[in-house]
């Protein structure tokens, strides 16, 4: 496990295989700056769970892989391509990374089949009976098979937030981005997401986590980053980091949410 003072910047010690390569990344709102030279990386198959207080620049971060935030300064490489290079096709590299957020972001005028088929059709150029096949077989695999005719309002948070799991799917990404998807949900419905993305590692997807579910990170996670005040703090394998934190500043969030 590895710990370092706020600001002082940190290198991950292979990247040779990186999914995603974090280099030096600064980000700017006006003259706030939210992420403070963050540097690290995301190996393929490996499941990254970022953690931290709100405000510390976690879901600023995610956003930044797929260039939902154009960062001030930095790089970002996806499978070994600079995402942030201004020459680049960010659709291209975008379309490699499936993204899941908070607020599930559903069409609510289309049914749920129409809402995981709209964007194969659009950006991946599929018929409608390709699209439509995916969209099945990945419908099964969040369990919601018998809601393909249902309409977001009918459904619960829980099961939303599975087809929208199942819509990032159906574009057939490398890597999935999580910007804390269980937040939203009722207690009771946590599990059956948390679920769909414990069989979503286990099938070895890379996926990169912001989350509070602690559990998730010890049982699923490859590696845990805990972040504070736009830097990384510390890092290493989960149950490490939440027996045993270095930084106080760790031990004084992980006190509050253990």
């Not at 040779?16 to 393929?44: C, M, R």
């Not at 290493?236 to 500043?249: D, S």
């Amino acid at each position: 496990m590895t710990t370092w003072s706020a600001g002082e910047p940190h290198v991950p010690s292979d990247r040779s295989t990186a999914a995603i390569d974090v280099q030096q990344l600064h980000k700017y709102f006006g003259s706030n700056e939210v992420l403070k030279g963050i540097d690290f990386h995301v190996g393929v198959g490996e499941v990254v769970c970022v953690i931290g207080p709100s405000g510390s620049g976690k879901s600023t971060l995610l956003r930044c892989v797929n260039m939902l935030e154009t960062p001030t300064s930095g790089k970002i490489f996806v499978e070994g391509d600079e995402i942030t290079d201004p020459d680049a096709d960010v659709d291209k590299l975008r379309s490699r990374i499936g993204m899941v957020f908070q607020s599930f972001n559903l069409f609510p005028h289309m049914t749920v089949l129409r809402n995981l088929c709209i964007a194969q059709q659009r950006v991946k150029g599929r018929s409608k009976s390709e699209s439509v096949e995916i969209a099945r077989a990945n419908l099964a695999k969040v369990g919601l098979s018998e809601k393909e005719d249902a309409y977001p309002a009918h459904l619960s948070g829980g099961q939303s937030q599975r087809v929208a799991i199942a819509r990032a799917l159906s574009m057939e990404p490398d890597m999935m981005l999580f910007d804390e998807p269980t937040s939203a949900l009722d207690p009771e419905l946590v599990g059956d997401v948390l679920q769909v993305m414990k069989d979503l590692a286990s099938e070895g997807m890379t996926m990169m986590v912001v989350t509070h579910e602690m559990g998730f990170a010890r049982e699923v996670g490859n590696k845990l980053v805990f972040m504070d005040g736009g830097v990384i703090l510390e890092e290493g394998v989960p149950a490490e980091v939440l027996a045993n934190p270095q930084h106080e500043r760790t031990q004084g969030f992980l006190s509050k949410v253990l």
